[in-house]
């Protein structure tokens, strides 16, 4: 399956979650308003009770509006116009609640609307209800007002509401649950469908860079297996100075490889002991001077650390540095300028390594020290390389407990900056 054919399909996909997502906080929101009505249907039906049983004891006929106002989704208020017993106004409440199966926890109190203040109030706990009432010392005050009204609140009324919807709750937790399978699931099929990508050019470029030195050799050893090429010992050392340099690049090739493969499983051994930083520099600025040919040598070294010596590995410090260059000078212009800087402070040594070359754009910035990751160049191979490279730096910075980072923009060079602590 192609990138475009398995992002449509990605697509539908997230669209037909997106659905069914939507469905379900649908019916989940109707179902919640269908509750929340049943239950304030209920509570209304048994406040009404409460309030006509009031007016009934104290003698007052019932009006034919309700009793009942609702102020909001968990509050009540029953008009009464006279006394109430807030010892029997609990008992009768709690009474109505268990007829009408209410199990929800409530607070209660009398309001006084001349004076406008609340002149009893209590929280009830259905579950403690009985054994509140039991203890109840002594005859709680008595009020002949006229403009009474007491007021319920039910505190928990939306959690007790959605406990009661264990079925829309158990469905909604298995729609979360496949949203996140389906998220990892998406994932891992495009991260396989990047890790097979990769694979892919990987193979390419082993294919391109094995393929010119080994052709370089058969064509060598085929001259080689002319009697006539040994009259002349100027093109036997020529030709056999050519294999032994392919063999070389060969070897260097497969060693690179196998250093990747050692860090992947954590087999480098790596031999720390106290060298000068400057020196590794030198000898990676060295090595790197058959890359710059034919091209016009221009490095700059800028030496400001005042203190140079580290405890590193020497070899891999050195390959780091040499990797870079070779990235500087790969990725450069036909006229490389290189300025390779150092500066110390307290804690540890900073190497900055500019170049101006083509440089890097910002969306393959974060991915230059991936394993196998190259900057697409098209079906070009103008550039040499695995991919390798910045993925040896990265982890062997990494071992000696350093960072490395990467500033660049297109066509304006980049610059590589590696801090390595005391």
């Known amino acids: 399956m192609n990138t475009r054919t398995l992002r449509v399909v990605a697509l539908l996909a997230i669209i037909s979650i997106l659905g069914i997502v939507t469905m379900q906080i649908f019916w989940f929101s109707k179902a919640f308003d269908m509750k929340e009505k049943e239950f304030s249907q209920t509570v209304n039906i048994a406040l009404q009770s409460v309030g006509e049983y009031i007016l009934a004891i104290n003698g007052q006929p019932v009006p034919l509006e309700s009793l009942v106002n609702q102020l909001s989704g968990n509050y009540y208020v029953v008009q009464i116009n006279g006394h109430v017993n807030p010892r029997s106004l609990q008992f009768l409440l709690t009474k109505e609640f268990q007829k009408k199966n209410i199990r929800e926890d409530f607070e209660f109190g009398v309001y006084n609307c001349e004076t406008k203040k609340m002149v009893y109030g209590n929280y009830v706990a259905l579950d403690s209800t009985t054994q509140n009432i039991e203890n109840t010392k002594g005859e709680l005050p008595v009020w002949r007002n006229d403009n009474f009204y007491f007021g319920v609140l039910f505190p928990k009324r939306d959690a007790t509401i959605i406990g009661q919807m264990k079925i829309w709750l158990f469905s909604s937790l298995v729609m979360l649950l496949v949203c996140i399978f389906f998220g990892f699931t998406l994932f891992f099929v495009f991260r396989q469908k990047q890790l097979s990508e990769i694979q892919k050019d990987f193979i ?89 040919h034919p091209k016009t040598e221009q490095i700059n070294l800028y030496f400001e650390a005042q203190k140079f010596e580290l405890k590193i590995d020497s070899l891999h410090i050195t390959n780091v540095f040499y990797n870079l260059l070779e990235n500087a000078i790969k990725y450069s212009t036909d006229s490389p300028v290189i300025n390779i800087t150092t500066m110390s402070d307290k804690k540890g040594i900073t190497i900055k390594i500019q170049d101006n070359g083509i440089g890097i754009s910002p969306e393959h910035i974060k991915k230059i020290f991936d394993r196998f990751y190259r900057v697409p160049t098209g079906n070009l191979h103008n550039v040499k390389g695995f991919g390798l490279g910045l993925y040896y730096v990265k982890n062997i910075i990494e071992v000696h407990k350093g960072r490395v980072s990467v500033q660049s923009k297109s066509g304006e060079g980049t610059t590589f900056t590696v801090f390595l602590p005391f």
Do not use: M, W
């Open 204 to 292: 390419n470029n082993i294919t391109h860079e094995f393929k010119t030195p080994l052709s370089t050799i058969v064509i060598s050893t085929e001259l080689l297996k002319n009697p006539n090429i040994y009259k002349s010992a100027e093109n036997v050392t020529k030709y056999t100075t050519i294999i032994q340099e392919e063999v070389t690049r060969l070897k260097s090739q497969v060693e690179s490889i196998l250093q990747i493969a050692a860090i992947d499983k954590e087999k480098i051994q790596l031999k720390f002991e106290t060298c000068d930083i400057h020196e590794c520099i030198r000898k990676a600025v060295e090595g790197s001077k058959v890359l710059l």
